[in-house]
């Protein structure tokens, strides 16, 4: 059984990420370009919300017993199968992979890339939250 207060806490933590994002939905790419301060919070918070997200996931796949993931990609595969996340695996699947690239630094971010996720992606945050929250209620 899934260790609700753990989920709840990492919840918690997730949403305020996704708030922070949200606040620059509408930033203009010059801006972003100009600031690198600027830059590197946005990739940070991006990439705290996708760690969150893979480690909730990791969670309830381990306390529910549901496999062994190896790579990130197969957390996200493991939830879909088991319907908790409900919809767009194969974009959350690609969440996964940009969170390797921030990681390990595999690539350099494009400031362009980086605005268009916060942009057209956060909204598949919010879902995966909602998901998320409403499997352990």
Known sequence: ?????????????LEEYINDLDEYRDLEFKKLAADKILFRYLERTLHLAV???LD???HIISDERLGNPKFNSEIIEILADNNIIKENADDYIRMAKFRNII?????EIDPEILLRIIKENISDLKAIFKW???YIS
């Open 132 to 134: 998320y929250r409403d």
């Open 103 to 107: 990681v390990h630094d595999y690539a």
């Open 51 to 53: 760690e969150a997200v």
């Open 1 to 13: 059984m899934v260790d609700v207060e753990i989920v709840k806490e990492k919840l918690i933590h």
């Open 56 to 58: 909730i996931g990791s």
